[in-house]
Structures are given as C-alpha cells and as structure tokens.
C-alpha cells in the first residue's frame, strides 16, 4: 500500500482499491464504427485530443467474407491503427477490401458477402481512450501529488468506471449471461481472465454472453462512461457545476493498461497476470470437414502472463471452397490491464 492517496473498499469480496499519485485514469473520448467500406482509408476527430494523452482500444478489427458470388474465403481487416494529432486513422488492408468490392480483371463484379451477418452487418469498431495531461485552471476535486506525477479527479472528470467486478463459474460448453442491469453493457469494454489454463473463452459482439469450451472460473471487469453515476450513502462524491455527479468512489475508475498484438503464437503481456479485453476482435475458420466448417469468433486462452488468440464460439456452419481459401494468420491488436490492481 502506498503511503499516501485515496483507498476504496467496495466491501464486495474483492481487495480494496488505491488511487495514488500514479494512477493514470481513463476516459473514452471516441468511439469509431462501422467505416465506409467504400473507402479504405479512414480518419476520425477525437475531441479534445490536446488535453489528453491517447490510447487506442480496439474491439472489431477484422471480419470474414465469401469473394463475390463464390465460396473463396478472404479476410478484410484493418490495419495501420494511429493517432496523428487529433485524428484517429486507419486503412482497409489493400487485398482484403479489393476483393471485397470484386477486385479487378478476375471474373468476378459482385461485392463480397460477410460470412457473419448477425445485427453487425459491416461492423467494426475502435476505441480512443485518454488521460488528462493536467487539470483545468480553476478545477476543484481531488489532487494527489508525487515525484514527477500527479493524479487529478475533478469536477470536469468524465472517467470511466467499472460497473461489474466479478468471479464467475462456467461449465463446459456453457454460457454466462452478465446481469441485466450492468449499465451500457454493448458500449462497454469486458476485461476478462480465466483460471483454467486450457479454456478457451469467447464473448459476444453485444459484450452480454461469455462462452467457454472448458470448465473454468473467470474473472471480469466490466468498464463504462456512457451512464450516469449513482451517489452512495458513503464515501467521496464530487459534483460539477450543473449539480451534476462527476465522480464516486463507489465505482472503481479504469486505469491505463497495455497495448499488445494477439497471434496464433501468442503474446508475452506486460503483468504478471493480465486480464484481456474481450471483444470479439476478429473472425476466424475452423478445421474443414468436406467442404464444410465453422466461422468462429476469436477466442483467448490464458498461460501465466502468455495470451493466445484461438477459435472461440460458433458463429456460423457454412460451406467453402477448400481450393481458394488463403491461409489465414491473425496479428490482432488488443489492448490488456493488470489484474492484481483489481482482484
């Protein structure tokens, strides 16, 4: 524990929490969806990005598609992920949305067929996050200073909070459905970290079901901006100017993380013991039985601090042409937070 700082006991089962002089708390200023497939590269204006310092989280980066009138199975993903000053961009990668629209010469006019339609037609989705690089002149709230840092919740604070901190069980093959009343739960981000080393566990693009092919406890942390705080009758309260609650220390704040890059092969992160952001970040195949497999989300599976991107749930049985299906790597940005801070 540090010396000094605020410290929140939830009284929920779980450790107590400290924001200290180096806490660094998150606020979601953009959120990117489903870009113009009719362009492949895209930029998007992120609100008072002078004031922050930036972080993309991604969520849907990469869908699959039949080419045309075919059963050719491609990829279209994005890629080149960047901020440049206030601007969020990114590109189509050239092949994938090429063949999308039917590329050129090759027989074919009709545009591509996603494999996945579900309510997420033509969706994908990125995340600006930020930290305030310092506190507005004449701010009020809490300060909590430090050597060469400080940690500011103000009453133009607008953090993001955690809604849902839990231990859940699921069985093998089975669902867990997060309470309906978890605020914002499709605009959330769904952290989560599984005890069974050899489950692999999936949540769906609504962020409201988690799956698992093993049997497994999993840890999850859901976090929000889009809805409004609620007072406890305990505790630090801080109000704006328009009588409006900007902070409470009844909801656990969202604390910078790590970017990292998923693969087949996994990932070393950065803690000891990470907890991923779960979306549904890519589209992937499963094995081939005559013609016919699965389409599956992307799924993670958990060794220590080592994360694998492998096929999650069953999103679609469809049949392929087995003779034009590329051979289909994932390098999938995702973006992970320390689970000793919380559990």
């Avoid at 806490?23 to 953009?30: A, E, G, M, P, R």
């Avoid at 994908?124 to 002149?137: E, L, N, R, S, W």
Wanted: net charge neutral.
């Amino acid at each position: 524990m540090a010396d000094y700082g605020l410290f929140v006991d939830l009284k929920d089962g779980f450790k107590p929490f400290e924001i200290t002089d180096k806490s660094q708390i998150l606020t979601k200023l953009l959120s990117a969806v489903s870009p113009n497939l009719k362009q492949r590269y895209h930029s998007f204006t992120i609100p008072e990005a002078n004031k922050y310092h930036l972080i993309i989280v991604t969520k849907v980066v990469s869908r699959l598609y039949f080419v045309s009138n075919s059963y050719a199975v491609r990829p279209l993903t994005l890629e080149d992920i960047r901020i440049e000053g206030n601007q969020l961009k990114f590109s189509f990668d050239k092949w994938g949305i090429h063949w999308y629209w039917g590329g050129s010469g090759g027989g074919v006019s009709q545009q591509g067929r996603f494999i996945y339609d579900g309510d997420f037609e033509s969706r994908f989705q990125i995340d600006v996050y930020g930290h305030p690089k310092q506190a507005t002149q004449g701010d009020y709230g809490l300060f909590i200073g430090g050597l060469g840092n400080a940690v500011e919740i103000t009453q133009q604070s607008k953090l993001g909070y955690c809604v849902f901190r839990k231990k859940i069980t699921i069985s093998a093959n089975g669902i867990y459905t997060i309470p309906n009343n978890v605020p914002s739960i499709d605009k959330s981000l769904v952290f989560i970290r599984p005890t069974n080393q050899n489950a692999v566990v999936s949540i769906s693009r609504d962020n409201k079901n988690i799956y698992s092919n093993a049997q497994t406890d999993v840890y999850v942390l859901v976090f929000t901006t889009d809805f409004t705080l609620v007072p406890a009758d305990y505790g630090l309260h801080i109000y704006n100017t328009k009588g409006t609650l900007s902070y409470s220390s009844n909801y656990l704040p969202f604390l910078v993380g790590a970017n990292i890059t998923l693969t087949q092969w996994g990932v070393t992160a950065p803690f000891a013991r990470p907890m991923l952001q779960a979306n549904e970040c890519a589209e992937m195949i499963d094995r081939i039985y005559q013609d016919w497999t699965y389409c599956r989300a992307s799924g993670y599976c958990f060794q220590g601090n080592k994360i694998t991107i492998q096929p999650g749930r069953n999103l679609e049985w469809v049949f392929v042409d087995t003779s034009a299906i590329d051979y289909i790597s994932y390098s999938t940005p995702s973006y992970v937070i320390d689970f000793d801070l919380y559990f």
